[in-house]
């Protein structure tokens, strides 16, 4: 079991919420191969949301759901509470597409890759961190990527000003939430799922800023694997 | 043998095309489809329209009940979207219970009416906590031949403006509802959302309002859907290669261009109904 938080070098969110903190990531850690039977598993917490990730494939696929040339994608994710509905659904489709996009998949045809998120606690840019822990699980499972991705949550407040990472809380207060996935290999929108409405100035910022926190969360992924095969002799 | 390159080789049939900048239907990259959109057509719902984008046929029913308000927001009402993908519009939807695109694609409209505050849901509140309208609004695809959502989002906007509300009332001695059917009253729509589909093609090439061949073909699919104070509501992007900030931009640039010549549509259309009334 490998576990790696990020401390230092980035300022904790303070209980209070003072302004001065909202460009800021919340503290955000990620610990990697905790479960047996999955092929790659991995939890990522940032500040109190926190989902665990399971990943098995390359493996068998059914016939109805088989692709000639390439590997299936499916996506499960299992809310806190009741049965996954229509916005799991959306949620889902979010995060295949993305895993689609990184994946290899013409190097495994007619098998399956299937991600499965289980929801552990939700404090706000839940789909941020499924999109986080995924990639960290399909990096577990040692799976062929072209690229990594993360993704960022920005919250646009009634007084237009960008919160970074909101909380459940602030997310409510928000007129405008944008969730962006990037790109490692050149710092692009891979996925962009929005609600609330805002101005073409304001898209522009959230995606610069969302960038710029990306690459924070890459550096984090690098230093991840390095202590983690630093240990094998 | 143009027809037997387009069936082994898709992907290079559709190459060849993009490198003269035009695509196998003939249209240029920015061009949209024909669009074409009908109201009033389903006498049995409170609203009723329906629109074709080129071959992609979307029908929408409003039926509005009375219900209780929701406990945590007494004086709102509800608008339940559903969008049905039955196989009767495409080989590739089996019968049974709706699968992701639908389930997606309900979303994706639920979180456009919440984003572009397209009702103000304080009005569909009868008397506060006791009696509210419920307006289910069933989009069903009769045709699927690409960009879904598009059609979804112009379908339910026609609809919501052609439908009509009777007056109720709330008897106040037998405490029951009373619906007056003669007096019917529309709804006050205060935006009009438009959406724009985009399709990227082996990450540079964009084009705009793609087929369902064409969607198939494509890396990545993108809807940009603004108002008509030049406002995004949603960017959908739900994965696929990357997009540069240049080419989002001019997505979000033709996007705005299509919501003037759907606003004029759906206003022409309304304003005919009212004067063959």
């Known amino acids: 079991m ?123 840019s839940l789909l941020s961190c499924c999109l986080n822990a995924a990639c960290m699980a399909l990096m577990d499972a040692g799976l062929p990527m072209s690229h990594l991705f993360c993704s960022v949550t920005c919250a646009i407040s009634k007084e237009g000003q960008i919160i970074i990472d909101p909380t459940a809380r602030q997310e409510k207060e928000c007129p405008a939430l944008l969730t962006f996935a990037i790109d490692s290999a050149e710092c692009n929108v891979l996925m962009s799922s929005t609600t609330g409405s805002f101005s073409v100035q304001e898209l522009q910022q959230c995606i610069a800023i969302s960038q710029k926190a990306s690459e924070q969360i890459f550096q984090f992924y690098r230093d991840s694997v390095k202590r983690r095969y630093s240990k094998i002799k | 043998m143009a027809a037997g390159f387009k069936t082994a080789e898709p992907l290079e049939y559709h190459r060849s095309f993009l490198k003269e900048n035009c695509r196998p239907d003939g249209r240029e990259l920015g061009e949209f489809r024909p669009t074409t959109l009908n109201i009033s057509s389903v006498s049995t719902a409170d609203g009723s329209a329906l629109v074709k984008i080129g ?56 979180d456009v009416i919440e984003s572009s505050d397209l009702i103000n849901m304080e009005e569909l509140c009868i008397e506060k906590s006791k009696l509210c309208w419920v307006l289910y609004c069933d989009i069903m695809c009769l045709d699927y031949d690409g960009n879904l959502l598009d059609a979804c989002i112009i379908v339910l906007l026609a609809a919501l403006k052609n439908a009509q509300l009777p007056e109720v009332t709330i008897n106040k001695e037998t405490d029951l509802a009373e619906a007056d059917i003669q007096k019917k009253q529309p709804l006050k729509i205060n935006r009009l959302p438009v959406g724009s589909s985009f399709a990227v093609f082996d990450d540079s090439i964009i084009i705009v309002d793609p087929t369902a061949e064409e969607e198939s073909l494509s890396t990545a699919l993108l809807t940009v859907v603004t108002d008509e104070e030049d406002r995004l509501c949603a960017v959908h992007k739900p994965g696929g290669t990357s997009l540069s900030g240049e080419k989002l931009q001019h997505c979000i640039n033709r996007a705005i261009t299509r919501n003037k010549e759907i606003s004029k549509l759906v206003n022409k259309v309304t304003e005919s109904m009212k004067t063959a009334k």
Do not use: W
């Open chain 1, 2 to 124: 490998t576990l790696m938080s990020a401390t230092k070098g980035l300022c904790a969110r303070t209980m209070m919420e003072l302004d001065q903190s909202y460009s800021v990531l919340r503290e955000y850690g990620s610990e990697q191969s905790l479960l047996s039977k999955p092929d790659g598993s991995s939890t990522f917490v940032q500040g109190d949301t926190s989902i665990l990730a399971g990943v098995y494939g390359p493996a068998e696929v059914k016939v109805s759901k088989e692709i000639y040339d390439r590997a299936t994608v499916e996506v499960l994710i299992q809310p806190k509470m009741g049965l996954p509905g229509v916005r799991e659904r959306a949620r889902e489709q979010c995060v295949r597409e993305t895993c689609e996009a990184a994946l290899l998949l013409t190097l495994h045809p007619r098998s399956s890759v299937t991600v499965i998120l289980q929801v552990i606690h939700d404090d706000g």
């Open chain 2, 55 to 110: 071959n992609t046929t979307v029908i929408c029913g409003i039926k509005a009940e009375l219900t209780t308000p929701p406990s945590d927001a007494p004086n709102r009402g509800y608008i339940v979207p559903n969008v049905d993908l039955p196989p009767l519009c495409s080989s590739k939807f089996r019968p049974g219970p709706p699968g992701e695109q639908a389930q997606a694609a309900s979303q994706f409209i639920a």
